[in-house]
């Protein structure tokens, strides 16, 4: 029970970064129907910022850890988002209109330039940061085996369960929210009626970067270190958490990062850690053949 | 001087002429209609108008407030917001998955995003978004009203009656605030019942907002009863011109609905 406990805390935690990626995805393949494919290195230059601003700031001798956060928090969501803007003008509007292929295709080529991009600017070593945040409660004592939940990993969760709501609200409920279903929708419509949808998709995908660099600054406190190949990774199972809680959807996002954390690291608690990521995707595949639009995804009917 | 002047309108597809220097004015307070047989190009011409074309020659002047706006250079979306074009289609192009009332409140959409910093204040509640939402959703609610779906504001509008989806779509354009409201066949698919209650909402249109409304329509009976002007195309070109009693009696205009005599030997 107790193990379970644990395994569920930290199943949860990585689920939250899953899903905060994941979103990411959902949202670029409602707006323009592209999966895009960068999106994970994005994540991972989030990570990257992140993991500069805390040494920037360790080097001023920052103390006070929350502010500190916040700080870098800023600098991450501020740097990716211009990522994320810039990767969308330069690669794929230009292609808008084209066949559909092609703004995979260049997905894939950004996503290839990112890494090396980083990979040469930053060296291909593992970059450590010290802890930033430490400590935790003992939920659970059982005999040897304590259950423990960091401060971390509780913030982890609160910021993902808050950033969930704002995002949920701001789709539902605002005039920008509006604008993007609309787009999604039916996209000359819209225009026809003045919405700027070349605006709206770039908001779109500054959005989906600004929860990447919140995703990528989770990672870089929880796991302390970062290279240029964690993106890679972290990209497809998120993509995975899209696609198996119904992509275009965002409770689905949600729902599917964290069922993909859960199975990590339950799988890893009682079977051979090597094959987590086996199991994660045969999860993936017998989802989509008895649910192909994932799961709470809608079935596309087409009209006769 | 007229609120929007076509002139010499022509697109080509190919070797086709699908429209052939076509010219005609809409006037505030005016319902002007264009009609003509299948492929005579009048769903061309509103393509061109909205921007989903460009012309390969012509004019499109389109005066507001003192200013001339050129729509054949202008982007889709400017055309909306600036020039203040509306328009609904043929086969209805409504926002299925959003509710009746959410569909109104997109097209309502460039004066709330003005007033909320980009949906920035919109997620804080500020005085200002909060206010001008609540305008935006008085306004939504007028027009739902005055089409008659009152009760079905919260309904999803791919769900809804055909009949419906029909005036719910020219809701929504007229909650975009135009100046000329573009009508593709509004009264196809209807009954006698609906098609005569359409007629009376366009006529009811011109009267309260002062706009100018641009029709296309099949339905003769609709067309001759609320039309002020009408325009008729064969073939892409413009054939004849006029009052509902002038157009009714022109022989070129029976010709290409009838056929001539040599046609039916």
Redesign the interface.
Known sequence: MEYFLQQLINGLTLGAIYGLIAIGYTMVYGIVGMINFAHGEVYMIGAFVSLIAFTILGTFAFANPVVAILIVLVAAIVFTAAYGWTVERIAYRPLRGSFRLAPLISAIGVSIFLQNYVHLLQGAKMKPLQPVVTGGFVLAQDGGFAVRITYLQIGIVVATVVLMAAFTLLIQKTSLGRAQRACEQDRKMAALLGVNVDRTISITFVMGAALAAVAGLIFTLYYGAVDFFIGFLAGLKAFTAAVLGGIGSLPGAMLGGVLIGLIEAFWSAHFPIAYKDVAVFAILVIVLIFRPTGLLGRPDVEKV | MSLLTVEHLTIRFGGLVAVDDVGFSAEDGRITAIIGPNGAGKTTVFNCL???YKPDVGRMTMRRDGREYLLERM???????EAGL??T?QNI?L????TAL?NL??????E??RA?F??LA??LGLARYRSA?KM?VERAAAWLDRVGLTHAADDEAGSLPYGDQRRLEIA?AMC?GPRVLCLDEPAAGLNPKESADLAALIRDIKAREKIAVLLIEHDMSVVMEISDHIVVLDHGAKIAEGTPDHVRADPAVIAAYLGTAEDAA
């Open positions: 909205t921007g989903f982007d889709g979306f400017r055309i909306a917001r509306a328009r289609f192009r926002f299925p998955r959003m959410e409140l997109v097209a309502q959409h460039n709330l995003h909320s980009h949906s919109g997620l939402e935006a929504r975009a």
